[in-house]
């Protein structure tokens, strides 16, 4: 029997080439302004059209401001490359959620919300963190450039066909315990090139309790374990969520594409390459402390001693504690923070500020601290405003920006500082990734939340409740 992923992907083969790569066809292409321009002017030199511009939808995010967007962006580089996303936009005949528009926000949020990214799909966009889209039950990864302007001009792709991989996880998690902090203790089990070669499909009990927030988090750190992309199998939780959506299917549609979904499964004695599994009881808060999404640890737990790091990776755990201003051995629960960021692809959507305002909700923000909070959309703040979570957070002393990629890379306004250390819900803690000589530490939204009313790094569980 096939794996789920083998499913997907052979009905969308095209074409095999002989000793070669697979032609794929491709049902969804999401384009952002940093990965199109030179995509675009392929098209515009060989004198190429879009071959499905229905199939197509274009927004900005990485360099968007989310401060006075009703303004003309104040960095030229910034402006450059949002205005000539527009024009591509316009003259190709693309759908284009525009600066300011209702539709607009991170690509990878905005996608699910509007029903855009449904189960079985094959969807690909300029961005790493296209795997995101996998948490509805469809084959999604992230392409370069000029593979970008190979789906504009034919709607296919030339990929070579990813193992299979399942990774399990089941019992019940912790209190206080996210799909962040499963995610990022996955991480740290198979490092970050643990995953590589593979589509990972994730199951067991755990992911069958997580909610769709959850479960587009998790897929959407695959990525950074290596992996070409992960997703989930769909179930009814996921028909429910996409049920109304602008995009999804209506009426007599719907009722046979949930019919259809319901067979989007690995059969009982399906073969994966590689199978792995983890007891939930084992995960605790996480946090990392290095330079890349695996150096983390729990948050009672200790920054590891050099002895214990494998002799390949001592020189790069050395060079990552020099950075950070950390020492091995150190404990990380009581250390000070500069700044805090809640938003990126990874937690920006309503789930995440419900969680962090439940957790702030009474308390005050930490003098200290510098707090960005961050929707992924502005669907995500139009739902934080008619929630009342906004009266919540000002009165604990803090302010919603408005959407955007925001701090989670330093494409826009929103850098921290050189030498700060920030807590951030964001996926990547690369040196230089939040702002050059920014220390990050990735974290769930309650574990930001924590360290946003305490000013240091602090077990969200002795806060709830």
């Known amino acids: 029997m096939n794996t789920l992923f083998d499913k997907i992907w052979d009905r969308h083969v095209v074409r095999q080439v002989e000793d070669g790569p697979t032609q794929l066809y491709i049902d969804r292409l999401y384009c952002h302004e940093v990965t199109s321009p030179q995509a675009f002017d392929g098209l515009r030199n060989r004198g190429l059209r879009c071959f499905r511009p229905e199939k197509v939808f274009c927004m900005p995010d990485h360099n968007t401001p989310t401060h006075d967007q009703d303004k003309p962006i104040a960095d030229p580089v910034s402006k450059a490359q ?57 084959v999604a990864f992230g392409i370069g450039t000029s593979e970008v302007e190979m789906v504009l001009a034919s709607q296919c792709i030339l990929q070579q066909k990813p193992k299979s991989m399942r990774i399990s996880i089941n019992g019940k998690l912790q209190e206080g315990v996210t799909a962040k902090d499963v995610a990022l203790f996955l991480m740290a089990r198979l490092t970050t090139s643990g995953g590589t070669g593979y589509f990972i499909e994730y199951a067991g009990d755990v992911v069958r309790d997580l909610s769709m927030e959850g479960r587009l988090t998790l897929c959407n750190l695959s990525i950074e374990m290596g992996a070409r992309g992960g997703f989930v199998a769909p179930d009814e939780k996921t028909f429910a969520y996409i049920q109304g959506k602008e995009y999804a299917p209506k009426g007599e549609e719907w009722q046979r594409a949930v019919e259809q979904w319901k067979t989007l499964r690995s059969g009982d004695d399906a073969v994966f390459d590689k199978e792995l599994s983890f007891d939930a009881a084992e995960i605790e808060p996480r946090i990392t402390y290095g330079t890349n999404p695996g150096m983390g640890v729990g948050i009672t737990e200790r920054i590891p001693m050099m002895a214990d790091v494998p002799a390949e990776g001592r020189t790069s755990f050395s060079k990552a504690l ?24 990874t937690n920006g ?3 995440d500020f419900r969680a962090f305002t439940n957790m702030v909700k009474g308390r005050r923000k930490a003098d200290n601290v510098t707090a960005w909070l961050v929707p992924g959309s502005w669907a995500v703040d139009r739902q934080i ?14 302010e919603i920006r408005q959407p955007g990629c925001s701090a989670c890379l330093a494409m826009n306004d929103d850098k921290v500082p050189s030498g700060k250390y920030c807590v951030s819900t964001s996926n990547r803690n690369f040196e230089g990734r939040q702002g050059p000589g920014a220390r990050t530490l990735l974290a769930s939204p309650l574990v930001a939340a924590a360290a946003a ?12 409740g």
């Open 385 to 398: 405003r008619e929630e009342g979570l906004d009266t919540i957070l000002a009165e604990a002393g803090f």
């Open 82 to 138: 949002v205005d000539a996303l527009e024009r591509n936009c316009r003259e190709f005949g693309l759908t284009y959620f525009g600066v300011m528009s209702p539709d607009n926000g991170i690509i990878h949020v905005v996608g699910p919300e509007k029903g855009l990214s449904l189960p079985g799909m094959t969807i690909v966009c300029g961005d790493s963190h296209t795997s995101t889209h996998g948490a509805m039950g469809a």
């Open 322 to 345: 020099e950075y950070m201003g950390l020492e091995e051995g150190q404990p990380l629960l009581g250390h000070p923070v500069d700044y805090v960021f809640l938003g990126a692809c």
């Open 453 to 464: 009313v305490t000013g240091v790094i602090t077990d969200p569980r002795t806060l709830l």
């Open 349 to 351: 959507r309503i789930e």
